[in-house]
């Protein structure tokens, strides 16, 4: 079965430094989001994105955030300048040709702020 | 904007009786609820969904039922077992937007 793919893993970083976290959705998804989840928390949406701009985007989602598809297959999250709270997992998911299709989640890159 | 409520938070059963986690939102033009389940460290992995048409959907020992008039919705879990042990999520796809809003999920342990 297809599955959404995330890298790193696990990602170490100095505050104020960038981090770009990668996604390659299922192949013939045509919708893209970005989650995160605070330990012990629930999962909160952040953006989805389709035909190459953001539909929409929570109040989280600020400036230091911005997604990017560079190429047909990747689906990237940057965080420019990063601070203690964004410390949490960050989840990509993509869905089909319908808006009310189900969002299959990637394994997650949990992002450690130092 | 849409808000769901998940409960209870946690939940023990012993292996082999029945599990039920029930979930309220606000939007009644949701149209999509979604349950997921999240084993510790790994991805949140659908196993059930509703679509706001239907009443109740069933798969093997999982079932989703949905009241509109009410908004909630509930997912059960019969003969519950060992490696059915996770945080299940339930979500609401808020009306005219692609974003899921999720519950605060429940931690579900099955004792042997």
């Known amino acids: 079965e297809p599955e959404v793919t995330q890298t790193p893993s696990h990602q170490v970083t100095q505050m104020g430094q960038e981090v770009i976290l990668r996604c390659v959705p299922i192949s013939n998804h045509l919708y893209f989001y970005w989650y995160r989840q605070i330990l012990g928390q629930k999962v909160e949406f952040l953006v989805s994105f389709y035909n190459n701009e953001i539909s929409e985007k929570s109040e989280i989602f600020d400036d230091q955030f911005s997604v990017e598809r560079p190429d047909g297959s990747n689906f990237t999250l940057k965080i420019r300048s990063t601070k203690l709270e964004d410390s949490a997992m960050y989840f990509c998911?993509?869905?089909?040709?319908?808006?009310?299709?189900?969002?299959?989640f990637g394994d997650g890159t949990r992002l450690s702020i130092l | 904007g849409e808000n769901v409520e998940q409960h209870p938070s946690t939940l023990s059963v012993q292996e082999g009786d029945s599990a039920v986690i029930k979930c309220t939102y606000s939007d009644s033009a949701s149209n999509y609820f979604p349950w997921y389940k999240q084993e510790l460290g790994k991805r949140p992995q659908l196993i059930i969904d509703i679509r706001s048409n239907v009443g109740e959907k069933k798969d093997q020992r999982i079932a989703v039922t949905l009241n509109k008039t009410a908004k909630h919705f509930s997912l059960h879990i019969t003969e519950t077992q060992p490696e059915d042990s996770a945080v299940y999520f339930c979500?609401?796809?808020?009306?005219?937007?692609?974003?899921?809003?999720f519950g605060t999920g429940t931690r579900l342990k099955v004792l042997a």
């Open positions: 979500a609401a796809q808020e009306s005219g937007t692609y974003k899921y809003i």
């Open positions: 998911a993509s869905s089909g040709q319908a808006q009310n299709q189900p969002q299959h």
